[in-house]
């Protein structure tokens, strides 16, 4: 069972928008910074946001992330085929290790 | 191109040991925290631990602690991680992964298989 609470799944048709929410606690999102990875299957998971709403290089603005209190969401718009992967948040605990969410499978429909 | 490549995974006897390591290329190494991050195929991701830049402060999450060790050489660009006392519920695919609070480049993982 992970720290963080995700849904399983999430499904949307192209070109809607969707979000992923991700739950916690405070000694983790509540007092750190949130990060979102994607992962293809048969990848290895890739950065998609850090500090709560930061997208690396590379990564459209189509991806938006935010967070409030003990939870974070994360925002795709205009969504596309390729946009199906698994989803996962993560997190620092103040307990001094990493958390992650169950991740949540994306199904562009 | 800032790449991770992770090896020494393999099929291992329950109790036994193994060493992964992470040969990382294309950043300086040496001012990265590093982790490991694991995963069971179909499943989600684990945390398993953490090293500061210079090799001095390392984390482990609970599961871990006291069967593996994580550590580093800078001069080689090398990330590792000691697994001890290994058990059926280690099996999975181990990634190295750079950063500090967030993983910001991730190898292609290596896979470790615990059973007799």
């Known amino acids: 069972q992970s720290v963080l609470t995700q849904p399983p799944s999430v499904s949307a048709a192209p070109g809607q928008n969707v979000t992923i929410s991700c739950f916690g606690s405070?000694?983790?999102?509540?007092?750190?910074?949130v990060s979102w990875y994607r992962q293809m299957p048969g990848t290895a998971p890739r950065l998609l946001m850090f500090?709560?709403?930061k997208r690396p290089s590379g990564i459209p603005d189509r991806f938006s992330g935010a967070k409030s209190g003990t939870s974070a969401t994360l925002g795709i718009t205009g969504l596309q085929t390729g946009d199906e992967a698994d989803y996962y948040c993560g997190a620092w605990d103040n307990n001094l290790y990493a958390v992650f969410g169950g991740g949540t499978r994306l199904t562009v429909l | 191109e800032v790449q991770l490549v992770e090896s020494g995974g393999g099929l291992v006897q329950p109790g036994g040991s193994l060493r992964l390591s992470c040969a990382a290329s294309g950043f300086s190494f040496s001012d990265y925290w590093m982790h490991w991050v694991r995963q069971v195929p179909g499943k989600g991701l684990v945390w398993v631990s953490r090293i500061n830049s210079v090799g001095r402060t390392t984390h482990y999450a609970g599961s871990v602690k006291g069967r593996f060790t994580i550590s580093r050489d800078n001069a080689n660009n090398a990330l590792y991680l000691q697994m001890n006392r290994l058990r059926a519920d280690d099996t999975a695919i181990y990634y190295c992964?750079?950063?500090?609070?967030?993983?910001?480049?991730w190898g292609k993982g290596t896979t470790v298989t615990v059973s007799s």
């Open positions: 405070t000694s983790n999102i509540g007092n750190n910074y």
């Open positions: 992964a750079r950063g500090y609070y967030y993983m910001d480049v």
């Open positions: 500090d709560n709403s």
